[in-house]
């Protein structure tokens, strides 16, 4: 990076990538500057490419070329081992059984402490405490299979913070979720979001997005077309057919109240705006 000092928790410089044998890049000249504790949601094409790319996985499990730089925390992601990236960034899954595969609970947490060998009563006092913070705890010594998809989630999410990483990327977390096991996910975002924790993530649930991102992405042909807070984010995109957003946003756009307003992304600030 030519001496330039690196503050953010991931940087991208002119990041390209095109999978062996495609015959065009997905991502093209990406320039981004996350900083640490903020929460970045990614909407468009080739979004779950771009989290790879920031966590490691590409270029080191994915084949394909790879121009350009990202660096976590300073590292640079094409020389790093992802076993060290994997210290300082935390990858969650569409699907928690995908990671998964441990007798219990408890099991699946320490997995990838034990990986690291983390000193064992170091690892008794994260285990509580990402238990504690997914709201896990009675549940510990349940068999993983026997969670519901909500917990397993969660449970995805506890094995991946007891690595203690200060970067989490999530990848449709909530796609195989009900209402309930969604609410359940983001309120531990939340959580996480609170105590500091930088958060990437792809999610179609505008209703979750809106309130808890601080940008939000659209990728449109691979490359970064709006970065923006995610008031702002749908004046701009209002019109694009191929944006979801929150139903009192679209209310809002659909019967705007009279007098200036900010464009209300919760129920709460709906009501505000109408008087309620």
């Known amino acids: 990076m030519n001496g330039e000092e690196i503050t953010g928790a991931i940087t991208t410089r002119n990041l390209s990538f095109r999978y062996s044998r495609a015959p065009e890049p997905v991502l093209k000249g990406i320039d981004l500057e996350i900083e640490p504790g903020c929460c970045v949601a990614v909407w468009g094409s080739a979004k779950s490419t771009l989290l790879m790319a920031l966590g490691g996985v590409i270029p080191h499990l994915i084949s394909g070329h790879m121009e350009g730089e990202v660096l976590v925390e300073g590292l640079d992601t094409h020389s790093t081992p992802l076993r060290e990236l994997a210290k300082r960034v935390g990858i969650v899954l569409q699907d928690p059984e995908n990671q998964l595969f441990n007798l219990t609970v408890e099991h699946d947490v320490v997995f990838g402490m034990e990986n690291l060998r983390v000193p064992r009563e170091e690892m ?34 506890a094995a991946v913070l007891a690595v ?11 796609r195989e979720l009900d209402p309930l096991g969604t609410e359940e996910v983001f309120r531990v975002l939340r959580r996480l979001k609170e105590d500091g924790v930088t958060i990437v993530l792809v999610e179609n649930d505008p209703g979750q997005i809106a309130p808890l991102a601080d940008r939000v992405l659209f990728l449109d042909d691979g490359r970064v077309s709006v970065d923006a807070s995610p008031r702002q984010f749908y004046c701009e ?40």
């Open 124 to 157: 008794g006092r994260r285990l509580e405490r990402v238990l504690d913070l997914v709201g896990l705890t009675p549940l510990r010594h349940r068999p993983s299979s026997q969670l519901s998809g909500g917990q397993k989630q969660r449970a995805s999410i």
């Open 237 to 276: 995109l209002r019109e694009d057919t191929r944006i979801r957003m929150p139903q009192v946003t679209e209310a809002f756009f659909r019967a705007p109240p009279p007098g200036e307003q900010d464009v209300p992304l919760t129920v709460e600030e709906g009501e505000r705006a109408y008087g309620g």
């Open 164 to 174: 203690e990483p200060k970067i989490l990327i999530l990848d449709e977390p909530t």
